[in-house]
């Protein structure tokens, strides 16, 4: 990507994301530019259309990591680069496609695996649910009532054939499973919700006791950052079942695929 410059907008603060686009591009070549929130002219109300229309002459990519999802659809709608969805409070499409090529590179195959995602039914989850769709693995998915993935997401993937099932018992989400997946309990923007979901999340814990459910040689992953001792337990995180450091390192590989795939 010699002579090609990727635009990093990023409301939301990053460690991987931002760090595994800003090392793809260089290394494939290219020059990231990296935009904070108080960096453009958006944070003193310019409009998306706008901005989107002028970095198009600019940059020959936009990488956006933010909060409310309509803000990716609307660049993407009047920009004339490609548009990268690095996380909205929706989906987090980079990291599904960094999980199943983790999965394809441990277990050799990604149909038919049976995943466990056991927590929130966060953008991850979301996302998650769109890739068994797309690559076939079984999905099960454990959460507490009224934490389950978006409901569109979920009844859409069902009818176009995903074998994605919702549970409330995260013993059973991760029976026989041979992935068991979790995240943080209280992501970017929740942090009032902290205590009340530190205490309805607890059973949900991903700890030797779920693990001895799952299939012999089970995965542990987990996108990060991890609150160990809360979603997860050192002894989990650190042991022979975790693969987390495999999949975050499988971020900037994943990176450099999307960045070539588009702005080659």
């Not at 410059?5 to 990053?14: G, N, Q, V």
């Not at 989107?52 to 309509?70: G, K, N, P, Q």
């Not at 009844?155 to 943080?184: F, M, Q």
């Not at 814990?205 to 299939?215: F, K, T, Y």
């Amino acid at each position: 990507l010699e002579g090609k410059t990727l635009a990093m907008i990023f409301e939301k603060p990053s460690t991987r994301t931002r760090v595994s686009f800003e090392v793809a591009m260089v290394q494939l070549g290219g020059y990231p530019i990296y935009l904070s929130a108080n960096e453009t002219q958006l944070a003193r109300g310019e409009s998306l259309s706008d901005t989107a229309r002028v970095l198009s002459r600019y940059v020959d990519a936009i990488v956006v990591r933010t909060f409310e999802h309509w803000k990716v659809e609307e660049l993407a709608r009047y920009a004339s680069v490609p548009v990268i969805n690095a996380l909205t409070d929706l989906l987090h499409p980079c990291q599904a496609l960094s999980d199943v090529f983790t999965i394809w590179e441990k277990l050799g195959r990604y149909e038919k695996v049976k995943v466990a995602y056991v927590g929130d039914g966060n953008n991850v989850a979301n996302s998650l649910i769109e890739a068994a769709l797309r690559f076939g693995f079984e999905l099960k998915i454990g959460c507490p009532e009224g934490y389950e993935p978006d409901k569109g997401i979920l009844e859409r993937s069902l009818r176009e054939g995903a074998r994605v099932e919702v549970l409330h018992d995260p013993k059973e989400a991760a029976k026989g499973a041979e992935v068991i997946y979790t995240d943080v309990w209280t992501s970017m923007g929740q942090e009032s919700e902290r205590e009340s979901r530190l205490q309805v999340f607890r059973p949900y814990q991903v700890n030797r006791e779920l693990i001895e459910v799952a299939s012999p040689g089970v995965l542990v992953m987990h996108c990060l950052p991890a609150h160990r001792g809360e979603e997860i337990t050192d002894e989990v995180m650190d042991g022979p079942w975790s693969v987390v450091f495999d999949q975050a390192e499988n971020r900037l590989h994943v990176a450099k695929a999307i960045l070539e795939f588009l702005m080659r």
